[in-house]
């Protein structure tokens, strides 16, 4: 028998994307799997691009045995061109023969963060048989700024950082779980990286402070979804007075798995819409790649204020304050 899914559902991150009671949910049920993905992987690289943000604001490591406690602030901007994709459209044919529902052309069409969706353009053919084409008329899903402006892509972060002997640090990220909804589950999320000074290795050789990093961080939602996170930067900082300016030239990735069970409409050989389970199972790959930071700190006592920008796939802005013991 063969079968054309017309609808994917997939639970996801983004509660701010609810729009007139649609949930995430709701916008991809009009999309086969490919499409789902061009529609929310701009969120998928937002996403990561604010997680790798705010992981150090100095290359100096901090002593042994003492600690920093930090709340990091992110504001990730999407580029225009983020708005839009291009959709394929479903492969539906008249009963018996071989003629496409569909023209076979691709569409531009809203990804999650667009204004208004797209539509497949029906064949021209479809006149010359006797169907209904109303039913085959499908109307895109809108994206999160159909309605209100959405300029930028928000998140705060937790940390603590941990002094450690031989001139490394500890940054540990964590959130206690939170139900998000009954049936979907808790939220959590940890993360965690390695900072290692290389200055140590020149004394007095150069009036800077020099380290590399390493971190990894997971936000899950029960089993349905989860998103990792991995960087890897180096790190310039140089201390004058109250300030400290610092920078640093980082990789990054992110990956989004969704694994859940769902129930899909497919068509049948008599053109006939039927429910079917099906076991989701797929992963979508966010554009991160190599980040550049720059930013200041400045410090009064224990309390430290700091902000910077990165220039990534996707820009981001990081400001916040902390505690240094």
Known sequence: ?????????????????????????????????????????PLVTAFGSNLNSGLFNTAKVLKPFRFGIMFNGQLCFFPEEAETFMARPLELYVQNTDVPIYK???????TVFGKKGGSFT??????????????????????????????FIP???????????????????????????????????????????????????IPVDLAVQI???????????KVNAFAMNAQISKKLAMFTFYGGLGYESTTLNAKYETEVMVINDANEVVPEIWNIDFDIKGENDVRATIGFRYSILVLKLFADYSICKYPVANFGFGLSF
């Open 1 to 41: 028998m063969k079968k054309t899914v017309i609808i994917l559902a997939l639970f996801i991150i983004g509660v701010f994307l609810l729009e007139s009671g649609d949930t995430i949910q709701d916008k991809l049920e009009k999309f086969g799997e490919e499409n789902g993905k061009g529609y929310i992987q």
């Open 104 to 110: 076979d052309e691709e569409v531009e069409t809203a």
């Open 122 to 151: 029906l064949n021209d053919e479809l006149g010359n048989y006797e169907i209904d084409t109303a039913q085959f008329v499908l109307d895109l899903p809108n994206g999160a700024q159909n309605k209100d402006e959405l300029p």
């Open 155 to 205: 998140l705060a972060i937790p940390q603590i950082n941990f002094g450690l002997p031989y001139g490394n640090e500890l940054m540990l990220r964590y959130l206690p779980p939170v139900e998000f909804d009954k049936q979907m589950g808790k939220l959590t999320f940890w993360g965690f990286g390695l900072k290692h000074s290389i200055d140590q290795y020149l004394p007095g050789v």
């Open 215 to 225: 971190a990894l961080q997971q936000f899950k939602l029960a089993d349905i979804m």
